[in-house]
């Protein structure tokens, strides 16, 4: 199963609207990161939170990370119809596993 | 180069048919990761570079699929004899360690008839 779980797998909003999508995960993690994909190619790296970490921002976005529930939220606030995209979290697991392990992410919609 | 290059961006090919899909990573990046992602889907891994060498292909889904990389950069994954269920975006990356972001290309599109 995905080690990382995202929460609503759907979201949709009106334009102005904050916007928050949470993420689960299983195992203990180095750093968990989330990422933008339009049109179904190419990732964005949006901002990385590392396990030490507790909060975040960066613009508009700010993730929250609580490792004792093992989850991260990413908000997004005062969206803008150009924040349609997908959104995923990845978890840099802790040990020897070195590449990101994705969620499933969440479909956000922002209608103007 | 400014970002990570994908070619081709788009190939259809006959079920049976070999294909090989190629990255070029962001110059200096040592790690290179593999992924593929079926239509609507996350991402799965396949495969992931360090220098030249592979510590974990752990993701590739069959010996059909197999990938290298030479001189610490450009990489192509190849997948012989491709099946319907093939049929996907394979996705690359590459970041210049491994505990930062990735920087992805824009994926190739294979889809097998």
């Known amino acids: 199963s995905q080690q990382g779980e995202e929460d609503p797998q759907a979201l949709s909003i009106q334009e102005g609207e904050n916007a928050t999508m949470n993420c689960s995960y299983k195992?203990?993690?180095?750093?968990l990161q989330w990422y933008r994909q339009n049109s179904g190619r190419g990732l964005v790296h949006l901002i990385l939170i590392r396990s030490n970490e507790r909060e975040k921002h960066s613009g508009r976005l700010r993730v929250t990370l609580d490792t004792s529930k093992k989850s991260s939220s990413l908000l997004i606030t005062a969206s803008r119809a150009a924040d349609t995209a997908s959104y995923f979290c990845a978890t840099d697991l802790s040990g020897s596993a070195r590449q990101l392990t994705f969620g499933s992410g969440t479909q956000l919609t922002v209608l103007p | 180069g400014a970002g990570v290059s994908q070619s081709p961006s788009n190939k259809v090919t006959e079920k049976g048919k070999d294909v090989e899909l190629r990255c070029d990573p962001i110059s200096g990046h040592t790690a290179l990761y593999w992924y593929r992602q079926s239509l609507g889907q996350g991402l799965e891994f396949l495969i992931y570079f360090q220098g030249n060498s592979a510590p974990d292909k752990s993701g590739l889904p069959s010996d059909r699929f197999s990938a290298e990389r030479t001189g610490g950069s450009v990489s192509t994954l190849t997948i012989q004899r491709t099946q319907q269920e093939d049929s996907a975006v394979y996705l690359c990356?590459?970041?210049?360690?491994?505990?930062?972001?990735?920087?992805f290309g824009s994926g190739t599109r294979l889809t097998v008839v």
């Open positions: 195992t203990s993690i180095n750093n």
């Open positions: 990356a590459s970041s210049w360690g491994t505990v930062s972001g990735y920087t």
